[in-house]
């Protein structure tokens, strides 16, 4: 099991051969097919882990799609994923946050993606045998990192909380929350390695950014897109920050439903 929610390159190289630690590779399958994609890994595309329809918040998918997913890739709750994309790992950070909304432990994001991999490490088109598992699941972790809006009305009356608004320069300045501070997703990304910058360099953007570096700070994210806020949560809690929630909703959304909350300019 790896020591963070950020999987480097080197500790994948030297696990991907453990049966109990499964690569899930979320891109399209055209992608993942023609491409080439880490040996071992299996294919669940971004679009199957997201559904705005399902009763479960934000997109997630229903508990029962999340169990077939898992189950069907040949994933038991007691292993280890490890997933990833070729877009700095965005995508596959959803997938991250999904499996420990539904409660997988063992989960984490590879640093960097498939581009970044394939500079060093070898890639194959062998598909996998899987033997399917039977994986159950019936509600949301206890501690599912998600919150309503509710939560972030109160986070934003008690000022308790840090709110970070994930979304571009242009959307923030358009239209957020009162009180929110913008951090980019990707600001969080070393261009050159396509993984994540490090610990010092995200330490000091978030200082400069008059964002408390306290790992115990309340931090609750949000965002109109599931992925973006799913980096930042994964960025977040690979440096030791202990209660960071997410928040997903358009501001659209945010200002056309009921309540007494509105939006800053």
């Known amino acids: 099991m790896p020591d963070s929610l950020l999987v480097s390159s080197e500790w994948l190289a030297d696990h991907r051969d453990d049966p109990s630690v499964h690569i899930v590779d979320v891109r399209e399958p055209w992608a993942y097919e023609s491409i080439g994609h880490l040996p071992g890994a299996v294919n669940i595309p971004f679009d199957s882990y997201r559904d705005a329809t399902s009763s479960a918040p934000g997109t997630l998918p229903s508990p029962a799609t ?19 994309d070729d877009t700095h ?71 308790e909380a840090t709110l970070l608004d994930t979304r571009n320069e242009d959307e923030y300045e358009h239209r957020h929350l009162p009180g929110a501070i913008q951090l980019d997703w990707m600001e969080l990304v070393d261009e050159e390695t396509r993984g994540v910058k490090n610990a010092d360099a995200i330490e000091t953007l978030l200082a400069d950014r008059g964002i408390p570096t306290n790992r115990e700070t309340p931090i609750l994210l949000y965002c109109n897109t599931s992925r973006r ?20 909703g358009s501001m659209t959304e945010w200002l056309d439903a009921d309540g007494t909350t509105e939006a800053a300019d």
């Open 89 to 159: 790992g965005v995508f596959a950070a959803r997938f991250v946050l999904t499996a420990l909304a539904y409660g997988h432990e063992s989960v984490g994001l590879l640093d960097g993606d498939f581009s970044s991999w394939r500079q060093e490490y070898e890639t194959t088109d062998a598909v996998p045998a899987v033997e399917p598992a039977d994986y159950v699941i019936d509600a949301l972790a206890d501690d599912a990192p998600i919150v309503d809006r509710a939560a972030v009305e109160a986070a934003i009356e008690g000022g």
């Open 229 to 248: 806020l799913s980096h930042t949560f994964v960025v977040l809690r690979s440096l030791g920050f202990s209660d960071v929630a997410v928040y997903e």
């Open 66 to 84: 999340a169990g077939d997913l898992l189950g069907e890739a040949g994933i038991g709750s007691d292993d280890t994923i490890v997933a990833y």
